[in-house]
């Protein structure tokens, strides 16, 4: 049998009202959402919470045990920070167990007006050092820090031992590699990004044109970013994950990213000997059936990890990007 370990919050999607009831019903410890606006990096037509949603789902889930967290994960442009004001007040009076921020002034808003409201620091943060950790710690009373996906559990460890804060680690999802939702590629081709406008490759800039064999070309605004051919498996509209033509090249290439997904559940063991707190489930685009797999499967390997079993793991393959899967660069910086 194997060692028991402290068993880790398990904090998963949640890009609507249906998919956050599906998320505790499957299991999740915490449950991560946002508002319909641009203050979250998911802003997507279809997606995310009213006020009213919001309250009824705090409610749905306090009533299961369950937590909520609000994220306020983008960046206000200059002029803006009304909308940003305004859902830091929506996550203290709705009573989110956290918001999850990544501005800075976004943060010290709500540390200064909502000093008793849990602070987390996002991803986008881009907060990876002891250094940058414990001073957002120390000026804004961050609580938690939601880590890049750019460490090895090693290097997580070492950042565990030196920070005064609860450390949330990626295990399964989107890769994100692209300075974590804060590149301008998107803005380039569309005017808008993840960092400011909640949406990389909004559906409005996406075209695909099909020929007479079933072949799918890809445009992204006036861009194209890939073409398919019959029967290839496409892989999403953005355009680090776009393969492109060189004269060095016979053929198109990866040239920023490769469309494959993050899926650590080999590594379960290692991420809580390394001092992680809380695991992290991507897909708030995704359906309410991939929340209840992946969720499931989730929770049944943290549960049989944390009382010294070995996990049977599920197949998840057929949930990833492209069908494939990574340890990115958890296991290895030799990742590209």
Same mark, same amino acid.
């Given at each position: 049998m194997a060692e028991a370990l402290r068993r880790p919050e398990l904090v998963c999607p949640a890009g609507t009202p249906a998919a956050l009831r599906t998320a505790v019903e499957a299991g999740a410890d915490a449950v991560y959402c946002g508002l319909q606006n641009a203050t979250n990096a998911r802003n997507f037509p279809g997606l995310n919470f009213t006020v009213d949603d919001l309250n009824a789902s705090v409610r749905f889930a306090h009533d299961r045990n369950t937590k909520v967290l609000l994220a306020v994960n983008t960046f206000p442009p200059a002029g803006k920070f009304g909308l940003w004001r305004d859902a830091i007040d929506v996550a203290a009076a709705t009573g989110v167990d956290a918001a999850i921020v990544a501005d800075m002034g976004v943060a010290d808003y709500a540390a200064q007006t909502y000093?008793?409201?849990?602070?987390?620091?996002? !991803?986008? @943060?881009?907060?990876?050092?002891?250094e940058a950790i414990r001073f957002y710690c120390a000026s804004f009373g961050i609580k938690r820090v939601v880590l890049p996906r750019i460490l090895t559990v090693?290097?997580?460890? @070492? !950042?565990?031992?030196?920070?005064?804060?609860?450390?949330?680690?990626?295990? &399964?999802?989107?890769?994100?590699?692209?300075?974590?939702?804060?590149?301008?590629?998107?803005?380039?081709?569309?005017?808008?990004?993840?960092?400011? %406008?909640?949406?990389?490759?909004?559906?409005?800039?996406?075209?695909?044109?099909? %020929?007479?064999?079933?072949?799918?070309?890809?445009?992204? $605004?006036? &861009?194209?970013? %890939?073409? &398919?051919?019959? $029967?290839?498996?496409?892989?999403?509209?953005?355009?680090?994950?776009?393969?492109?033509?060189?004269?060095?090249?016979?053929?198109?290439?990866?040239? &920023?990213?490769?469309?494959?997904?993050?899926?650590?559940? @080999?590594?379960?063991?290692?991420?809580?000997?390394?001092? !992680?707190? @809380?695991?992290?489930?991507?897909?708030?685009?995704?359906?309410r059936a991939y929340v209840k797999q992946v969720v499931s499967a989730f929770r049944r390997a943290v549960d049989e990890v944390a009382t010294g079993r070995n996990a049977a793991l599920a197949d998840l393959i057929a949930l990833t990007e492209g069908h494939r899967q990574t340890e990115g660069a958890f296991g290895s910086k030799r990742w590209r």
């Open positions: 000093p008793s409201l849990r602070l987390h620091l996002s !991803v986008q @943060a881009g907060a990876s050092s002891p090693e290097e997580i460890a @070492a !950042v565990h031992r030196q920070i005064p804060c609860e450390i949330e680690a990626f295990v &399964f999802g989107n890769i994100g590699l692209m300075a974590e939702g804060r590149c301008s590629l998107s803005n380039f081709a569309t005017g808008q990004s993840t960092n400011m %406008d909640g949406v990389c490759s909004p559906a409005g800039a996406v075209h695909y044109e099909g %020929d007479r064999v079933g072949n799918l070309t890809t445009r992204l $605004g006036p &861009f194209v970013i %890939d073409r &398919f051919t019959n $029967g290839e498996n496409a892989g999403y509209p953005t355009i680090c994950k776009g393969r492109y033509g060189c004269a060095a090249r016979n053929e198109p290439y990866y040239a &920023f990213e490769e469309p494959v997904s993050l899926n650590l559940s @080999a590594l379960l063991p290692d991420l809580m000997r390394a001092g !992680v707190t @809380a695991l992290k489930i991507e897909g708030r685009q995704r359906s």
